[in-house]
């Protein structure tokens, strides 16, 4: 009788708790490795969501920085010294640079914010060196917070650049992707006519629970 029992294995008793146990130790596995698939789920959304701000921050803050550039500037300054006493600020050499620099109470300009905030930005840049604005070098950035993007514009003079500012027209959306939508930009002057802060706010558009915003000091090196 002994040898029998022995031969006879695990009863049905001890086989259905033994289910009931891996069960519930399976599906605690389960729940931990769901919990961590969504977690880095998240995780990864948010990384690629900041990197796309980071990267928008980057290209208009550096085009920032250089607005006002135009080569050759100090040699064209000191060239337009004998030229100063008797046309102080209109010297036909001189007059280029001043047509280039930064100037906010023109430069910068309001679509749908209130003072002292701004949503569009004019920008210009020598960015061949040849000492001449042209052609891809007088171009702006702006908000559109009805179609949640960050839109750029370019001209082919000042003049026009003057004439038609941040009003409609061909404006390339940047994030015509659709995946990033822009839901805030806020543009102030922090301390000083030539330092400004720059903060976008945004979200993915399959994640439109998950929203950061970037921000980002500017320092205008060619500011007047």
Not at 93 to 101: F, H, K, T, V, Y
Not at 120 to 131: I, T
Not at 142 to 148: F, G, K, L, M, P
Request: aromatic content about 8%; charged content about 20%; some cysteine.
């Amino acid at each position: 009788m002994s040898v029998r029992r022995k031969l006879a294995g695990f009863s049905l008793v001890e086989l259905m708790v033994a289910m009931v146990l891996g069960s519930m130790l399976l599906a605690g596995v389960l729940g931990t490795f769901v919990q961590a698939s969504l977690h880095q789920s998240e995780r990864l959304a948010e990384l690629e969501l900041s990197a796309s701000l980071e990267q928008m921050l980057a290209q208009i803050a550096g085009e920032m920085q250089r607005t006002g550039y135009l080569a050759n500037a100090a040699a064209r300054w000191q060239a337009g010294l004998g030229l100063a006493k008797a046309y102080p600020w209109q010297s036909a050499i001189r007059q280029p640079l001043l047509d280039a620099q930064w100037h906010p109470e023109l430069d910068l300009q309001r679509l749908q914010v209130a003072a002292p905030a701004y949503d569009c930005v004019l920008l210009r840049y020598d960015a061949d060196g040849n000492g001449a604005l042209g052609e891809g070098e007088l171009f702006a950035y702006r908000y559109s917070a009805a179609s949640q993007a960050i839109e750029r514009k370019q001209w082919s003079s000042l003049s026009s650049q003057r004439s038609q500012g941040c009003q409609d027209g061909e404006w390339q959306d940047l994030t015509s992707d659709g995946l990033l939508q822009i839901t805030g930009w806020e543009l102030r002057e922090a301390g000083a006519p030539w330092l400004w802060r720059l903060t976008i706010a945004g979200r993915m558009a399959n994640r439109p629970s998950l929203e950061l915003s970037s921000s980002r000091l500017v320092r205008l090196r060619n500011a007047l």
